[in-house]
């Protein structure tokens, strides 16, 4: 039985300098100053062993990838992160796990200048369940929006779709086993980057954006949603991953459409912002994809090469219901 205690592994592990003009872990609050003319964005994501992640996931990996996630919600928004909190429940002290764990999160911390400022551990026998909240600041003019899409805008996807869907269906039996294919989907599913420079330029280019965490078809519809319009995207033009090739066709379209866990940007911006947008493309190094339209009415209609619609039974991950996907593989993040 370890002697350590809750202070002593937050002392060891997460306990790190944060920049000066702010107060971090060691006090009851952490105290934050914010830019003139800027608005706080705040986010929550909540990771549970077994829904989540699997058993055996490489800590180090899983660190990143809890702040990665919520890192993209702030993206989403256009914002500059701040700082993190973390709250950590667990089944018991595995010290080589916390190490890796906490290097994995302190990395990308740093890398993004998101210190953690402060949150909690605690005992849970069933398994591990990781809760990350972050911070940060959004130019008030510039904050992005689901609300935002208009009739016309076009609707843009950064990166690709589909490869950290196909690396869970690998890892877990669902597909056939195929180490080159595995290889090359497990980076998406295992160290997701989110797009913080990308989204930070959205603000004065985009009416509207969102992650699509639970997958194109769930989350351009909280856009749709929100915003009192409708879609058309065109399939051929949805920027597939290549881990997707050689797939069977229906595969590839849940992949493509339904498939969560990616952690890219979809946005809607005017057509006159077309040239400005393939600019940004050149200057960050980011690939971005013109996918479809907003347009009038409510819903996403998905086209083929002729426009005709094609008929769609998926619609991505919803933690509450299984009604959503039409088959029994796993849609989304989460785990079967």
Same mark, same amino acid.
């Given at each position: 039985?370890?002697?350590?205690? /809750? ?23 952490? =105290? ?14 909540? =990771? ?38 973390? $709250? ?29 400022? @402060? ?16 911070? @940060? /600041? ?41 180490? $080159? ?21 959205? @603000?004065?280019? $985009? ?7 639970? %997958?194109? =078809?769930?989350? &351009? ?25 050689? &797939? ?6 849940? $992949? ?18 077309? /040239? ?15 996918? %479809? ?39 989304? %993040?989460?785990?079967?």
């Amino acid at each position: 039985m370890s002697a350590d205690s /809750e202070f002593d592994l937050i002392a060891r592990y997460f306990d790190r300098p944060v920049p000066p003009g702010m107060l971090g872990v060691g006090d009851d609050c952490a =105290l934050l100053p914010l830019s003139p003319g800027c608005e706080l964005a705040v986010s929550t994501d909540m =990771l549970v062993q077994g829904q989540h992640f699997l058993s055996d996931v490489d800590p180090r990996s899983l660190g990143h990838k809890a702040l990665a996630v919520n890192l993209s919600d702030l993206a989403a928004m256009g914002a500059r992160p701040l700082a993190c909190t973390l $709250a950590l429940s667990l089944p018991g002290i595995d010290h080589p796990w916390l190490q890796g764990f906490s290097d994995g999160f302190h990395a990308l911390a740093e890398k993004s200048r998101c210190p953690l400022v @402060g949150g909690d551990t605690t005992h849970n026998p069933d398994g591990i369940v990781i809760s990350v909240t972050v911070m @940060g /600041e959004v130019r008030r003019a510039h904050a992005l929006r689901r609300s935002g899409a208009r009739e016309g805008d076009d609707i843009w996807l950064s990166g690709s779709l589909g490869a950290a869907y196909v690396a869970l269906l690998l890892r877990q039996g669902y597909l056939p086993a195929d180490a $080159a294919r595995l290889q090359a989907s497990c980076k998406a599913m295992d160290w997701p980057v989110p797009r913080l420079h990308l989204g930070r330029y959205l @603000g004065s280019v $985009a009416h509207a954006a969102i992650d699509l965490s639970d %997958g194109l =078809l769930q989350d &351009l519809g909280h856009i749709l949603e929100q915003s009192h319009c409708g879609a058309e995207l065109q399939l051929d033009a949805l920027p597939a991953d290549p881990s997707l090739e050689g &797939l069977e066709e229906a595969v590839r379209r849940e $992949a493509i459409l339904g498939g969560g866990d990616v952690y890219e940007l979809c946005f809607t911006a005017p057509p006159l912002r077309r /040239e400005q947008i393939y600019a940004l493309q050149q200057r960050l190094g980011v690939p971005l994809t013109r996918v %479809g339209t907003i347009v009038r009415g409510a819903g996403v209609r998905v086209l083929d090469a002729h426009g005709d619609e094609i008929p769609i039974t998926l619609r991505g991950f919803d933690h509450f219901s299984r009604a959503t996907s039409p088959s029994p593989t796993p849609t989304g %993040g989460p785990l079967p």
